[in-house]
């Protein structure tokens, strides 16, 4: 099984897909391919809460700014799971998450657990398309000419990620962390780490902030705690653990963000009534 | 095979994949995530239209604003299909569909000959993601930690419904009809069911009341009656009969919500001429 | 394998994954639905450069302003593809390329050495959804009602293409030639044929004008030449060789179309320095 992760939009993921399809018979799945364009925090967060649901697979995932320049492509073991994508960071919270760390990475040494490997990309195989003489690959779309026949590879032959001839040992890939929430007895200061598609605003606090708490203080409001988003009247605002265990500011049948004026990266300061 | 259909956006859809593939080998199919947000009626219609064309499966649907209320997670046999979703009326006009009964549910009792099961949510297996010591299911997100195991567990073991160690009838589960328009031998008094991504006005009028018409009245103005898009003009108004059997408000080459100034909801008064 | 691209948005496209999937067991990947709509150019455009990536299969094609016409249903022998859609051109570059012809049409008779059959569709069998009594089809939606099932019908028995009960030789297709650049010593007279969702303006001229330039005059402006978005500072403009072979006008971490206000059809005009 090949997940596919970017920020492409359309139609350009279908290209990676008839690359895949050309040399593996795996079953693919669509993740997401509008992750928000070259932001590798969303785009970590997200990976990092959604692929570990998934069975043992190789995850395609093309966040990738710094496409066309010297950053290293990676293929990353992280337990059943192998990840194929740039080395930027994007990769690395849910690598951690998948091989059992937690994906916080706050606590010591990053990604020394995990087996990292460069792609030298000139011993892969470029990809060809029916009716045309030659290929050699783009600046521009590694996803279709490098990260794909990568992930191609690697699903076809999983035990012996060491002994793939276009591989190397990395033993310093970028590092991300997700930032860290603050908590403190009197105050939490953490941030909005993504806003999801109903305006949610998914923030970096711990849910556990809000055990045994009615109403909380958020940037200076009063805002009631809940345990779904219809604790509350539509249209008003509420606090509550979200699907992900942070602390989510939203609205019932509306949109948080919004409401609160707040957006990714903004911060998000927690007070005690 | 499991379709899935909801109104996420992306990427929680990913989320429920990953639940499924996790659980079983059985096809996947995106029906669609963009079903109008919470909207029980857009809804009810495009699965209504879409689903009788597959072939046997379960089909999970998300279109759920009572998430973490006591609304119930149902599972409803209808034919050899099999539903799974919330219990808010969205399911039962397809339902009724797929059990041979038309879909309208104006001619008496609607659920009634549709076998309805209330899922007992504490005797599902909670999914528990790769690299997670526990998961106890959220309260915003059933449909990764209730509908997608529900899902996946009626997709392997169909014929027992019945049987199922998680799962009671419900004898009355929440009705929803989609509306009927009144037609009389002057007049037709229908609404706007849905506005599709053509900005095609689609309605509730069946579409025999422009047999052997050239020409309709809607809302006060004359608009011609054609067989296609094609037959007037670009950027003309024509009123035809839809790809559902309805009768729809379009325009060639441009959007019908635009040039007739209605949304969904809105009324639609047909005279003859 | 069926392939599906259309400019349908959603969910039209599942019920043509329901006839498909009533029909037959074939993979089903979805390539694009969101091409401009009733847009030919972009359509034949992105075809030609993402289908060629694929294995032989059955690519449905739909983008169909025509829908009730008298336009003809058409089945495209391609090499070892097999592509079915409407006869207004959309099929024919990528059917060229993915017959080893290259694709531009411009050098000579084009759908010549290809093998196109008219679909009679009095001939195929109408999809009847589960719960329905009769369906005589639509003048709508082809797509569902005539592209599917024939394409359905192709993947099953595509040895025998000449034999099919339905269909019979197309001696003169529509043709379609995506518009060539003019290249002289003195300066190449191209236009804007697609806009990506980046934003990036891909162009109808050949990337080899750019073989060792670093600076192009491009509409009056001088434009750094780059091998990569990253060539440039964030926000500035560069001129490149695209994925695709062609001269793209971009930004990094930008938009071209923004930055150079220009959108597809534009023309492009490109001095040396």
Do not use: C
Not at 4 to 31: H, N, Q
Not at 61 to 80: E, K, L, N
Not at 219 to 228: F, K, L, Q, T
Request: charged content about 25%; glycine content about 10%.
């Amino acid at each position: 099984m090949i997940t596919l992760s970017s920020d492409f939009g359309s139609p350009y993921p279908a290209a990676m897909k008839g690359v895949l399809l050309e040399r593996t018979d795996s079953r693919l799945v669509d993740v997401a391919h509008d992750f928000p364009r070259g932001d590798i925090r969303a785009s970590a967060f997200w990976l990092r809460e959604v692929l570990p649901y998934y069975p043992p697979a190789t995850h395609l995932v093309v966040v990738d700014p710094g496409v066309g320049t010297d950053r290293h492509a990676i293929v990353v073991r992280a337990g059943d799971h192998v990840l194929v994508g740039p080395d930027n960071g994007v990769l690395l919270p849910v690598a951690q998450r998948l091989a059992g760390q937690g994906g916080d990475g706050h606590d010591g040494a990053f990604a020394d657990a995990l087996d990292v490997f460069r792609v030298d990309e000139d011993g892969l195989e470029t990809p060809v398309p029916t009716g045309s003489e030659s290929a050699d690959g783009s600046t521009t779309f590694h996803g279709r000419d490098v990260f794909a026949p990568a992930a191609a590879a690697v699903e076809s032959r999983r035990v012996s990620l060491d002994q793939l001839s276009w591989s190397s040992p990395l033993e310093s890939p970028v590092e991300y962390r997700l930032p860290a929430a603050e908590v403190s007895d009197e105050r939490v200061a953490g941030e909005v780490l993504v806003v999801d598609d109903f305006g949610n605003l998914i923030t970096n606090v711990p849910g556990t902030v809000l055990e045994d708490v009615t109403e909380i203080v958020a940037n200076g409001d009063r805002i009631p705690v809940g345990d779904a988003f219809a604790t509350v009247h539509p249209g008003e605002r509420v606090a509550l653990v979200g699907s992900h265990g942070n602390v989510e500011l939203d609205v019932n049948d509306g949109r948080g963000d919004d409401a609160f004026g707040l957006e990714a990266g903004d911060d998000v300061v927690l007070e005690w009534v």
